[in-house]
């Protein structure tokens, strides 16, 4: 069994030895120079890299400020649409609403109105009919 574990340790130590000198070869193959050339070049990269992320960093930080204020104006002015929908419903429905008053204490003259609006409604669809016909010739 010793002999065994020489023969394993003695395996180990001789493998060992040759992986030794196998980095050593490749150590000395390349130069110290060119190793520190490596390294500085690595560390301006890392500079340059921390220089953009900061800048990256900042423009996202900027970009969301400008998003949240865009998304405030944006709500503010969708509700003002939103009002200004209901205010013109509101102004559609009283104009119908004296118009059915006015129709109900003049028929006469909502008749004869009424007969002038048609015209000038066949009108503007016959002219938006032949225009139709010419887009799609």
């Given at each position: 069994?010793?002999?065994?574990?020489r023969s394993t340790?003695q395996?180990?130590v001789?493998?060992?030895d040759n992986?030794?000198?196998?980095?050593e070869?490749?150590v000395n193959?390349?130069?110290?120079?060119?190793?520190?050339?490596?390294?500085?070049?690595?560390?301006?990269?890392?500079?340059?890299?921390?220089?953009?992320?900061e800048?990256?960093?900042?423009?996202n930080m900027?970009?969301?400020?400008?998003?949240?204020?865009?998304?405030?104006?944006?709500?503010?002015?969708?509700?003002?649409?939103?009002?200004?929908?209901?205010?013109?419903?509101?102004?559609?429905?009283?104009?119908?609403?004296?118009?059915?008053?006015?129709?109900?204490?003049?028929p006469?003259?909502?008749?004869?109105?009424?007969?002038?609006?048609?015209?000038?409604?066949?009108?503007?669809?016959?002219?938006?009919q032949?225009?139709?016909?010419?887009?799609t010739?």
């Amino acid at each position: 069994m010793d002999s065994q574990l020489r023969s394993t340790s003695q395996n180990e130590v001789e493998h060992l030895d040759n992986a030794v000198v196998i980095a050593e070869s490749l150590v000395n193959q390349v130069k110290k120079s060119d190793i520190d050339m490596m390294v500085q070049h690595q560390k301006e990269m890392l500079t340059r890299y921390e220089k953009t992320n900061e800048m990256l960093i900042n423009f996202n930080m900027l970009s969301a400020q400008r998003c949240e204020t865009t998304s405030q104006d944006f709500k503010k002015h969708t509700q003002m649409l939103y009002e200004m929908k209901k205010d013109l419903d509101i102004v559609f429905k009283r104009i119908r609403t004296l118009k059915q008053r006015l129709t109900k204490m003049h028929p006469e003259a909502f008749a004869a109105c009424s007969d002038v609006c048609n015209i000038i409604e066949v009108e503007n669809n016959e002219d938006t009919q032949s225009k139709d016909d010419v887009q799609t010739s």
